[in-house]
Every structure is written in C-alpha cells, then in structure tokens.
C-alpha cells in the first residue's frame, strides 16, 4: 500500500467549476506539501501546511490530522490551473525528506 | 533568477556511460535535495544535504549514484555505468531552517535524463 494516496488520479473540469482534490496518507507526519507540475516538470510549491487551512487566492488547503486526510480546492477553475497536483509527505521522526502522492492530472477546459 | 537551477536541462546519453548533473539551490538555503521523478509517478526521494553533510540517502541510490555538496553550496549527482532503468527527471530542491517559509522545498526545473 502506497503511503501517500490521490484522488482522483485524473480529473476534467470546465472553467468556472470548483474543484477538489485530495490526499490520504497512513503515517504520522510533521508537514504536509501541495505542489504544481506544469508540463515540462517544473514544480512550484503552493502550500506547506501542519494543521487546519490555508488560502492563497483562488487555492485552499485543508487538512485533518486526525483523519489523515488533506485536501486542495480551486474556486473559480480556469485553463491555466491545467498541471498535475502532487501531494507530499514529510513523516514523523523520519529526517527531512518527503514522500510523494502519485499526482492528479487536472484538465480545465475553456 | 534567485530560483533553484539545474544544469543540464536535458541529458541524452548511451548505456554504460557515467553522467553528472548540477544543482544550484537558493543562496540562502542549507538544506538542499535530490529526486527522481518518473513518467506518470511522484518524485522519489534520493538524498538530501545540509550544508556539506549528506545526512539522508534513499535505498534507491545504488552505489553507482553519487552526491556530493562539498562547499555547502551548489551540490553535483553523478551517475556510473548508466542503464536504461535511469532514465527519468532528477530533480533538485532547496529549503531552509529557518525564517520565512522554513522546511518549504522550492524546486529546480530539473534534468531529464535519457539513457539509450
């Protein structure tokens, strides 16, 4: 079993929709990473989170300790949100690196 | 550019040769990361530095991959005797301890890596 879990793995919305995506884990963890992968494989950081909520513009992240859940929202999709979204891990007691969740390929469409 | 720089961008390379690839992370940022990343699939961790000390490798780094960082700056991953299974994205990261946005890896744009 994957430590690190994402759903859906592929996800088509049209512009305008509100989506979310979300990420389960099975281990403790220190941190929690939202990451952006444009096509090309840049990689940009959008959150980094330990508890409760973050916003940043049109982006929300949630995440539930307890449950071991996190979850990444986009209100007001648009074509440029289209990346893969990938969730990161970093585990308790376990140094500093993180485990990746497989990504969600988002497809938003005009 | 303050980013995290990778060079090269692209490497194409036949089996059995030795490549390396360069990392230049944020200046201010000690610790500093390396990944693989498949097609399809998240990155996987394969060793990160604080300062000039490797304090984690991954059992994926084979004894044929080696990082160094040997001023605390910009790190080098060199590869021996490629093979075919090493093709894939190598990925280069940075954060720091301290300060805005601690522990929040910044990422380079990464080197893909081809073996034929």
């Known amino acids: 079993k994957n430590e690190v879990e994402q759903s859906p793995q592929n996800l088509t919305a049209q512009e305008g929709e509100f989506i979310t995506i979300n990420c389960s884990y099975s281990?403790?963890?220190?941190?929690l990473h939202w990451l952006q992968q444009h096509p090309g494989g840049g990689i940009v950081s959008l959150f980094m989170?330990?508890?409760g909520k973050k916003k940043h513009g049109r982006l929300i992240a949630t995440i539930n300790i307890q449950e071991k859940h996190s979850s990444l929202h986009i209100t007001a999709s648009h074509p440029r949100d289209s990346a893969v979204y990938i969730c990161?891990?970093?585990?308790?007691?376990?140094?500093?690196?993180?485990?990746f969740g497989p990504g969600t390929r988002l497809s938003v469409l005009p | 550019d303050t980013g995290v720089s990778q060079d090269p961008r692209h490497k194409i390379t036949k089996r059995g040769q030795n490549v390396t690839f360069r990392c230049d992370p944020i200046?201010?940022?000690?610790?500093l990361y390396w990944y693989r990343q498949t097609l399809g699939q998240g990155p996987e961790f394969l060793t990160y530095?604080?300062?000039?000390?490797?304090?984690?490798k991954s059992r994926l780094l084979s004894d044929r991959f080696s990082a160094e960082r040997p001023k605390g700056s910009f790190s080098t991953l060199e590869i021996q005797r490629t093979e075919q299974g090493d093709s894939a994205m190598y990925l280069c990261?940075?954060?720091?301890?301290?300060?805005?946005?601690?522990?929040?890896?910044?990422f380079g744009p990464g080197t893909r890596l081809t073996v034929l």
């Open positions: 990261a940075s954060s720091r301890t301290s300060g805005p946005s601690y522990n929040e890896q910044f």
């Open positions: 281990v403790g963890i220190s941190a």
């Open positions: 989170l330990s508890s």
């Open positions: 990161a891990v970093r585990e308790d007691n376990y140094g500093q690196n993180f485990v």
């Open positions: 200046s201010e940022h000690n610790r």
């Open positions: 530095f604080q300062n000039e000390a490797q304090l984690e």
